[in-house]
């Protein structure tokens, strides 16, 4: 059968639909529907082959894109989850959450002119298809090595670090302080992003494949780093970035003043059913919400206030809507679910009233000054511009840093001058930290980043470990 090779042009790019705004605006459910067979075919024969992918390079797991493109516009499902899986140890999670504009599609050579092949949806397509076609992965002939290997942290660092030993005949035994795998996945990532059920279903694969998940256990509370030393093999670190970042502002403690992810955690607890106490839950139904930043945490702030009920959103970011770090596509159904962005404003004091509760946040304009070292443009404050935007509720989302555990010094396990652990890709054995036997990765090594990183660290750091008990 001979190929149309102007496929690309003949159709279109298309995203899958998405659900009902009346839907959308109550309901904590992915609000993107599925990708149907038919429409993974016309979608992935967009897909040119290029000689040289640069959607792979641009991925950072450099998963075989256009090789399993091909396969799925074949119906060839369970050959591309096997190809999938070479690389990456959550497909179905990173075709949900991975900024793509980014990554894979911005680096897709129809992008510029006829729109990118639309590889996440493809990807997150497969693999659910994978699942409901009853596909796990097969181990059967795996060999044991007897090695046993400790992972802290059952975020996608850690979840990906679990898995590629478990397919190398290491057993790794997780330990996380949640009762539930996933990390951010799960606790920081709302549901309106990626469902519950996509890690519940996850964790169930991972324990069929010997993976065993030692859940509500924190190390350094309920078991000591020295105990994980002596009983292990070696140790994995995918403990993350916890410390919040503040504003610096007037009244900034006060009651009704919330950090992003406390909010959210809350509103997963509640959806999982971890809530320990009702008081517990942050609920902004009703509220007149102000969420500061314009970060990805601030669109996942803006969305779940929406769908709580809140009588007014407003986002208010300090620089433009062309210099927000937050993806266009997560902006674009923010605004679509009523969120009113306002731009260039820089909170300066939470007004409270004779009660000492939140009524509203002054800001001052800004305007966009010369590029910094890093090319970026700094906003510089604009004299005599200040407001008060009404609010009964203020959001800080302004990003997060590492929060190095109290007994990491005590192990040798030194930090960067971030308080980022030190480990590295090109060291003897990949991602080994100052201790010999504790390797690291995700973003408790690079910084707050991106899921799909976390994965490619995790994975990586795996390979050390495996390199290092010369396995
Ligand atoms: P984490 O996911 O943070 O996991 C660390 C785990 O370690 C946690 O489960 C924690 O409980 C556990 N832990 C820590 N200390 C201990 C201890 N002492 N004992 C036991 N367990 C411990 N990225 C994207 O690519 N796309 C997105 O859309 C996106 N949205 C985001 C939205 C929000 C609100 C946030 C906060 C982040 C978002 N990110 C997104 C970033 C992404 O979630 C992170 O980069 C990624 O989860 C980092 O993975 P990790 O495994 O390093 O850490
Ligand atoms: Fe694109 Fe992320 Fe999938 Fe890589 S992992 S192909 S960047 S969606």
Not at 61 to 83: D, Q
Not at 161 to 176: E, M, Q, S
Not at 293 to 319: E, F, L, P
Request: glycine share 10%; proline share 5%.
């Amino acid at each position: 059968m001979s190929q149309n090779v102007f496929q690309f042009i003949d159709v279109q790019r298309v995203d899958p639909p998405k659900k009902p705004l009346k839907i959308r605006k109550i309901q904590f459910v992915e609000i993107y529907e599925s990708f149907n067979q038919p429409q993974v075919q016309m979608q992935a024969d967009r897909c040119l082959e290029c000689g040289n992918p640069y959607c792979e390079w641009k991925c950072p797991v450099h998963n075989y894109i256009p090789n399993w493109l091909k396969l799925a516009k074949e119906g060839r499902i369970l050959e591309a989850v096997e190809l999938s899986h070479q690389t990456n140890s959550l497909p179905e999670v990173c075709g949900r959450v991975c900024p793509q504009d980014r990554l894979c599609e911005g680096s897709c050579t129809l992008n510029d002119r006829f729109g990118a092949v639309t590889i996440g949806n493809i990807e997150k397509y497969i693999t659910d298809k994978a699942f409901e076609m009853g596909w796990k992965p097969d181990l059967s002939n795996v060999v044991k090595t007897g090695k046993r290997v400790a992972v802290i942290g059952a975020g996608p660092a850690g979840l990906a670090c679990a898995d590629v030993l478990a397919r190398n005949g290491v057993t790794p035994v997780v330990f996380d302080k949640y009762p539930e795998i996933g990390g951010l996945l799960t606790f920081g990532i709302p549901s309106f992003k990626l469902e519950k059920e996509v890690m519940q279903r996850r964790r169930e694969i991972f324990q069929g494949m010997g993976v065993e998940f030692r859940l509500e256990t924190e190390v350094g509370k309920d078991i000591t780093f020295a105990d994980l030393l002596g009983e292990f093999d070696a140790v994995f670190l995918g403990v993350g970035t916890y410390k919040y970042m503040k504003g610096g502002f007037a009244n900034e403690e006060a009651p009704g003043v919330y950090d992003a992810l406390p909010y959210l955690i809350a509103n997963a607890n509640r959806l999982l059913g971890f809530e320990k106490a009702q008081a517990d839950y942050i609920d902004f139904a009703g509220k007149q919400v102000v969420v500061l930043g314009g970060g990805d945490t601030a669109m996942d702030c803006v969305r779940t206030a929406i769908r709580q009920g809140a009588a007014k959103v407003i986002c208010a970011y300090r620089r433009d809507e062309e210099n927000m770090p937050g993806s266009k596509r997560e902006v674009k159904n923010a605004r679509e679910e009523g969120v009113e962005f306002m731009f260039n404003l820089q909170p300066v004091a939470v007004e409270l009233d004779a009660n000492g509760r939140t009524v509203g946040i002054k800001v001052v304009s800004t305007e966009l000054g010369e590029p910094d070292a890093n090319g970026r443009r700094n906003p510089v404050v604009i004299e005599g511009s200040e407001q008060v935007l009404a609010a009964d509720a203020v959001v800080m989302a302004f990003g997060f840093q590492p929060n190095p555990q109290p007994w990491m010094a005590e192990f040798g396990i030194e930090l960067d001058n971030r308080d980022r652990i030190k480990a590295r890709e090109q060291a003897e054995y990949a991602f080994q930290t100052s201790n010999p036997k504790v390797f690291a990765g995700g973003d408790a090594v690079r910084g707050s980043d991106l899921v799909v990183t976390a994965i490619y660290e995790g994975r990586k750091a795996a390979e050390g470990i495996m390199d290092y008990l010369a396995v």
